[in-house]
């Protein structure tokens, strides 16, 4: 009885908390309640924990394992506080973490959702500034663990918007969108659900934008046929997806990946499990049709795939005839001020050149 009331008392406490932190910060959305609630839960569950080792038996074990409880308890609740009640534009942080930002679109927008063949529900978004025309359209992809409403994404997304109905959307397992995201090659199943979704409104032309793994997805849905015009991949992981620092981690610690896993949807809204990884990269893009235009960009090295340039340079190599490389100075992952304003501006060149 004692670890139920302890438990309710901890509820109530962080809740109220949470109500607090909403009122201070005005935050009133699906995803804010989502990860208060599962925070909520996650604390609850140790504290719980904590008590019935020290009910069961009051060893030195289970008083080490009971204070470790407690600690993880109070951390979810304390990061949530401070993560909240600290932002403020006098706090600094590094670019790369300014652009995991979630924002709204500024700009007149329509929102659509389709299914892909494997049933699961996509959300997304489209600008269209010219209406009336169907020459060209633009669909861009976001990375994993990020989604359309990614601060670089929606930047990107309305400054194409300047010139071309752009058309966005949450890949599996990702924000808004159903399903769960294996980066085994099941996001190409999402790209040609757009692409016969986009190319069913009368577009015909289509350039596909993407980043990371939208950009490795984007040359995947190339090579099996895809009616792409023109591909604008930005920092595709040049490797084997199974040796990424991410997949090999949860390989590593497949005992604990549930728990991580479960902390990540509700931290980012991403949820995702292993899968099978046979696709090389490397081989796929040969596949590629050889009149496709493909502008490939890239960093100096890269922080996320943990590559240098050459990787992206052998992979250069392997893309059909029809190709154009654009280096980015530094390290980075594409958008790393100031090299992302000259990103835009080669990718609105050579879209009008090339597309």
Known sequence: ???????????????????????????????????????????????????????VESSALNIVLAVASFVIAFYHLAFTFF???????????????????????NMPHERFNVQT?????????????????????????????????????????????????????DFRGHMESSGVFKADGDTEADLKAVLDYVRGLGYRK????????????????????????AIIAGAPPPVDIASTRQITLLKRYRAVSPLVRFGVSVMRNFRARLGTYALQITEFVKNIPSETPILLVYNDYDYTSRVDSSKFDALFEQLPPNREKFQLPGKGHLFDWPNTFFLWNKMLDWLNARF
């Open 117 to 169: 063949e494997d049933g699961v529900t996509l959300r997304g978004i489209q600008i269209n500034t010219h209406p009336g025309e169907f020459e060209r359209a633009v669909i861009v992809c976001h990375g994993a663990g990020r989604s359309k409403n990614t601060l670089p994404i929606v930047q990107t997304c309305q400054i194409l918007a300047t010139r071309y109905p752009v058309f966005t959307f």
């Open 206 to 229: 289509v350039a596909v934008f993407g980043w990371s793994i939208g950009a490795w997805t984007a040359l995947l849905s190339a090579s099996l046929g895809r009616p792409i015009d």
């Open 83 to 105: 993560k909240l009640t600290t932002e403020s534009d006098s706090r600094y942080r590094r670019m790369q973490k300014a652009n995991r930002a979630v924002v709204s679109y």
């Open 1 to 55: 009885m004692l670890d139920v009331i302890i438990v309710g008392v901890w509820l109530a406490v962080s809740m109220g908390v949470f109500w607090y932190l909403q009122l201070r910060t005005g935050i009133l959305s699906t995803h804010f309640f989502a990860q208060v609630g599962g925070l909520s839960v996650i604390g609850g569950l140790c504290i719980y924990l904590g008590v019935r080792l020290l009910i």
